[in-house]
């Protein structure tokens, strides 16, 4: 896709974050489309642990603002800055807001590139290298990410580039079509755990319960 048509249609997308929370805030109850829509979020909320999704979404129970909750606000700042440490000759492009109304996904994606062949999404962490390779949840994630941009834009979604605040390091991660799938599968969970109510059985690693904005619903449950 050519340089001038990328910007036309990605501004049809850029959405701000305070205006999507407007939006949303306002219309509560709102559902133009035939399936739920899933945000990536909740997809990688959902590997980490299926209550959260549900007692978020189906009891729509309050949620106490956690140190990781605190962080992912925080990180949008840091991803501008990061940006004058990636490619120079690549195309920057934050707060994208995309749906997929025929799957069933929508996302802001915070920031991805265009280098004129490819697009990548790009990730912040806080953490260590994971010297086994991206963890789950947030491969889920970000394989979520490239599926809304190769179905909203002309070019495949190949790999994910993740900078590591600690180290002030880059590493890129490969996205293949058996990830993508795996997305699907999700989304269809959760959309029949949306629709029958029916609460999921707790996550069988109790210590990512000591910081979860759930565990005081989770434990009476």
Known sequence: MK??????????????????NNIRRAYPNINLFEKSLIGTEEIRQYIYCKRKIFFRYVLNSPMRQTYKMQYGLEKHEELQKLS?????????????????????????????EYDGNEAYPIEIKSGNIPPEGMKNPDKYQVAAQALLIERNFDFLVKK?????????????????????????KVIKEIQEMIHSE?????TSHKNKCRDCECNTYCLRA
């Open 160 to 184: 994910v580039r993740v900078f590591y605040l600690k180290y002030e390091k880059f590493i890129e991660y490969p996205i293949g079509i058996e990830d993508k799938l795996n997305v699907l």
């Open 3 to 20: 340089e001038k048509g990328i910007e036309e249609l990605l501004r049809k997308y850029r959405l701000g974050r305070d205006e999507l």
């Open 84 to 112: 004058n440490k990636s490619h120079e000759k690549t195309q920057k492009y934050f707060n994208i807001y995309l749906t997929d109304s025929e799957v069933g996904l929508v996302g802001v994606i915070d920031y991805f």
């Open 198 to 202: 029916k609460i999921p059985d707790p």
